[in-house]
């Protein structure tokens, strides 16, 4: 017989009755989401303890566990030795309602997991078997007469997710009973059937649709077709096993299938403003203009120092003589939509496994990401009423931060730069982009660290978490656009503890040589890690019923697919699966051995010994027929875009003009140009001890408030010379993608080049990273507009074609995720195309590491570039010189222009520094345009710096030591103006 208890933590008496300052910003919290005064708000945290027989003296084990003995105090189901009702009642609780909020059955609860390590780790408990579930209690008090729905509903909608968690209203009565202690119980995850099922696809079209949306596959009806056609010759009907490998392997998500489509590309007439490009075919988007400009410089410029490209976890390049860099940018779009924490954190922690299963396994070194969000304000400000599926803006925005936060931080990894971008069209879909930088020595053991090495007769290993219900699905669901049924075992939450212990055991066995081969466990769960890798050796047996569970009750489907997080899967020869597990047990990672990689050409999969799948690896890799798909752009379908938006009409007006001054301490305080620094400074920047040039620069005596370019991390603390350095930097440009997607997809690389320049980067050494996030732009009968939106694409990609071929920089990794569309009832919000490119550049010289600030009064100021980047290899020249005055330590700053135009850029170099600018010039203070840096230069050196520049590079004037900017016969703004605009929600909202 089972026995559970309940531990729930309180401040002790002698804490301060009063508010704390936490809670008192989460009344303040409620408040703002649903405008419901809460007097009172007070939250604790509890466990249950199941053990398979009662502890005597558990009380204390969980004192000394859950508790600190000076501040805390714990109240147990067991001694039931606190009066709940008087000790609220001495915090100002006449009439309490208690929320208790826990997970619902399968959802991973790290709380837990980390409780009943600590648990487990007391001698005399080690004779137990011992479960742990955590939740939260929010004590409340309102003066509005609410009933217990009404409580529920605004629990749900403000501190609950319904996908993932369950409320539980009681009020004061129930309380003074102690009703919830009596009977605590942690809840079994529902059984499901344990054995595969048939499906039979010999069935009319509209049937085949309602099986494809019920069970998530996300095929379109031809790829149904194709699949009951192959299944005919084969004399039977698939399992739900085989049906769920090939939804995965052919998802969006996971084949990218719009990227690798033929498409027939036309134009008719086009607005003055966009550039013309013909009518044509393409084979391919990724072949011809992705790879395709990679396959041409590297031929074109002989690049010996591409490693690795498109065809593993990440990009690998050699930037330094004894250790490779790799890098990975991904999306968590769908998840973070329903699951904004969660979706985020899985998002972090899964790029991270992307680099530690990149070639034999690389050490992450440094995030970055970029959140595409809406505003809460703007809704507001425009009395537009969201459709109540869609979650509050604001609290998405917290979520996802702090989702990336925990990941970074909890697994030891800086984050080193970033962006957010603001607009009301992410409001249907969030876009999470998350990256992440690792290093990995050239070669161990006389073999090239970059190569997979597995072999026929090698185990398949899977070490880290165990299997659950979470992320079922996740590959597919995120191959469509959201709607109001997303089903909830979609939604993964990553444990970024488990995954750090996971990390260090994966490298320490990669350097005795333990294994052969690695990849992680990401969309598809073992279906994708273990059907990929088996194409390399061409075939692999997997036993599903020796993979770990979280809970019995999972079907062999769920099994395979599961994205449950942490986990990677290895191939490890005979010879040393002895050592390699031995290894795992002493680092307390879980490793399984779960099949064999074979050379037989099929994916063979086995529950109990029966086979519950049996797939060509040729039909599920290489069979499946690009589509076939027509994009069509016009001056008619760019206006029907913008007539036809979601919001077209509901819209205020801009306000009325204003002065040029005005004008800047507005743009200073708007979504897109002003600071973030109080969430970003929540991410660790310093760990590692290799962030040579972190989020924000300034002077001491001001504070480092002001905005840098580009991360640079030192790679020597990681193996690498002691004089060499990488940057990172980002580019994003979706406003302008209304425009031309073309246009938009330029300014977006230029940014990510001209930032990483601008901290002393050389352009030779210089690689690309392209994430495409883009609304469905397949032509239906609910997408009217795809043909539209498809040639957006296709121009979006000619154009990273065309500037990256001219600048000579190379793509060596990337990611798409289409279908970035909300829809429910009438309403359908689509992303605006957002392409993100990155940059990874080579920094030779420490000494030259240059910083955007202005440094010292008297120094001169110019801008390099022109009005407008039309001839992009003579912008290349322009880079180059540039770089080449760094390096001869001509350039004290350099800052680029973009949002805001040249006033934001000018007011950025000092409103952190007790230094002023006093400007000279006619130019558009506030245009935007891709191609332009400010840098400030030692007037000795004027001579020699401008003798560099043949052209495009214009006298603004000079640093002063007047804390202002002035622009002459225009208007002067103090620092002191210009930073407090900028800061206007450095204390709190998002």
């Not at 007439?269 to 988007?285: I, T, Y």
Request: charged share 25%; hydrophobic share 35%.
């Amino acid at each position: 017989m089972k026995t559970t208890y309940r531990f729930e933590i309180y401040p002790n008496q002698h804490q301060s009755t009063e508010m704390s300052l936490s809670e008192m910003k989460m009344t303040e919290w409620f408040f703002k989401y649903c405008n419901i005064k809460f007097d009172k708000l007070f939250k604790v945290n509890y466990f249950l303890l199941e053990s398979n027989e009662p502890i005597a003296g558990i009380d204390d084990f969980a004192k000394t566990i859950l508790t600190d003995s000076v501040t805390e105090v714990l109240f147990s189901s067991e001694s039931k030795n606190m009066d709940l009702v008087s000790y609220l009642a001495k915090r100002g609780f006449t009439e309490p309602v208690l929320c208790d909020i826990s997970f619902k059955p399968g959802v991973t609860d790290n709380s837990a997991h980390a409780v009943l390590e600590a648990f487990k780790l007391i001698p005399d408990l080690k004779k137990y078997e011992l479960n742990v579930a955590s939740g939260e209690c929010y004590f409340m008090q309102s003066a509005d007469s609410l009933t217990d729905q009404a409580f529920e509903k605004v629990s749900y909608e403000k501190i609950a997710n319904q996908l993932l968690q369950k409320v539980t209203i009681q009020r004061r009565e129930a309380l003074a009973t102690n009703l919830r202690m009596q009977a605590p119980k942690i809840i079994e995850v529902v059984s499901t059937p344990d054995e595969s099922t048939t499906i039979d696809l010999n069935i009319d079209n509209s049937s085949l649709l309602k099986l494809n949306t019920d069970n998530c596959w996300a095929l379109s009806l031809d790829e149904i077709h194709f699949v009951r056609e192959y299944f005919k010759t084969l004399d039977r009907s698939p399992t739900d096993v085989e049906m769920e490998i090939i939804a995965q392997s052919w998802s969006e998500h996971c084949k990218h299938k719009i990227f690798a489509s033929h498409i027939e590309y036309s134009e008719g007439e086009l607005p003055s403003h966009m550039k013309k490009l013909g009518n044509f075919e393409v084979k391919s988007l990724f072949k011809t203009y992705i790879r395709g400009a990679t396959e041409k410089i590297k031929a074109d410029r002989n690049l010996q120092w591409l490693i690795s490209i498109f065809h593993d976890n990440a990009g690998i390049v050699r930037f330094d003589k004894n250790v490779d860099v790799c890098i990975k940018v991904e999306t968590h779009n769908s998840p973070s939509a329903l699951d904004p924490y969660g979706g985020a954190l899985t998002g972090i922690l899964g790029v991270n496994r992307d680099i530690l299963g990149c070639g034999q396994g690389a050490k992450p070194i440094a995030n970055t990401n970029v959140f595409c969000l809406a505003e809460d304000s703007f809704f507001k400000e425009n009395n537009i009423k969201l459709h109540p599926k869609l979650k509050n803006p604001d609290r998405i925005a917290e979520g996802v931060h702090l989702g990336v936060q925990d990941g970074g931080n909890k697994s030891g990894v800086p984050t080193v730069n970033g962006a957010f971008v603001f607009d009301k069209d992410y409001v249907g879909k969030p876009l999470v982009f998350c990256g992440t930088i690792g290093v990995l020595p050239q070669t161990e053991h006389n073999s090239s660290t970059a190569e997979k090495r597995q072999q026929p007769g090698d185990y398949i290993v899977m070490s880290g978490g165990k299997i659950g219900k979470d992320g079922i699905h996740g590959a597919t669901f995120s191959s469509m656009e959201l709607n109001e049924n997303a089903p909830a075992s979609v939604v993964q939450i990553g444990d970024p503890i488990t995954q750090k212990r996971l990390g260090d055991f994966l490298i320490e066995a990669r350097k005795l040589n333990l294994f052969s081969s690695v990849t992680d466990n990401g969309a598809g769960g073992l279906s994708s890690s273990v059907g990929e890798m088996a194409g390399l050796t061409n075939g692999a047996i997997v036993d599903l019923e020796r993979a770990p569970t979280k809970y019995p009750g999972l079907s062999p489907f769920e099994l395979m697919v599961s994205e449950s997080q942490e986990r990677m899967t290895f191939s490890v020869p005979k010879e040393k699966i002895h050592q390699f597990l031995q290894l795992s047990e002493k680092r307390s990672v879980l490793s399984s051995v779960i099949g064999e990689f074979t050379n037989q050409g099929q994916l063979l999969v086995r529950y109990n010994g029966k086979v519950v799948a049996d797939l060509n690896l040729h039909f599920l890799h290489e069979s499946l027929r690009p589509m076939q798909l027509k994009a069509h752009i016009d001056q008619t379908s760019v206006e029907q875009s913008k007539k036809s938006h979601w919001l077209n009409g509901k819209v205020k007006d801009a306000s009325a003009s204003k002065d040029a001054k005005a004008q800047l301490l507005e743009l200073m305080a708007s979504p897109n140009v002003r600071s973030h620094e109080h969430l970003v400074r929540r991410y660790d920047h310093e760990v590692k001890a290799a962030t040579l040039v972190k989020p924000f620069t300034g002077s001491e005596k001001i504070g480092r408030h002001a905005p840098t370019d580009a991360g640079v991390i030192w790679l020597y603390p990681h193996g690498g010379e002691r004089d060499n350095a990488i940057s990172v930097s980002c580019g994003i440009a979706p406003q302008i993608s209304q425009h031309d997607a073309y246009e938009m997809a330029v300014w977006a690389l230029d940014e990510a080049v001209r930032n990483s320049v601008c901290v002393g980067a050389d352009p030779a050494e210089m690689v690309l990273i392209d994430n495409y996030c883009w609304p469905d732009p397949i032509t239906s009968t609910k997408n009217p507009d795809g043909a539209h939106k498809l040639a957006q694409l296709v121009r979006a990609s000619k154009a990273i074609y065309d500037l990256s071929v001219d600048y000579g920089m190379p793509f060596v990794s990337g990611k798409d995720s289409m279908k970035n569309d909300f829809m429910a009832d009438d309403v359908k919000i689509s992303v605006q195309p957002t392409l993100l490119v990155t940059a990874m550049g080579r920094v030779r010289s420490l000494n030259h590491i240059t910083t955007s600030e202005a440094k010292t009064a008297g120094d001169l100021v110019y801008m390099i570039g022109p009005d407008q980047l039309t001839d992009f290899k003579k912008q290349l020249g322009l880079y180059k010189q540039l770089h080449q005055a760094i390096s001869k330590g001509f350039v004290n700053s350099a800052h680029d222009v973009s949002e805001g135009g040249l006033a934001v850029s000018l007011t950025e170099k000092i409103m952190s520094t007790t230094l002023g600018l006093e400007i000279e010039t006619n130019l558009d203070l506030f245009k935007e345009s891709a191609g332009r840096i400010v840098v400030t230069i030692n007037p000795n050196q004027q001579k020699e710096f401008t003798s560099l520049f043949a052209t495009d590079c214009t006298f603004l004037g000079k640093v002063t030591d007047k804390a202002q900017l002035t622009i002459k016969n225009q208007f002067s703004v103090s620092n002191t103006e210009t930073l407090a605009a900028y800061r206007i929600k450095s204390a709190g909202a998002i």
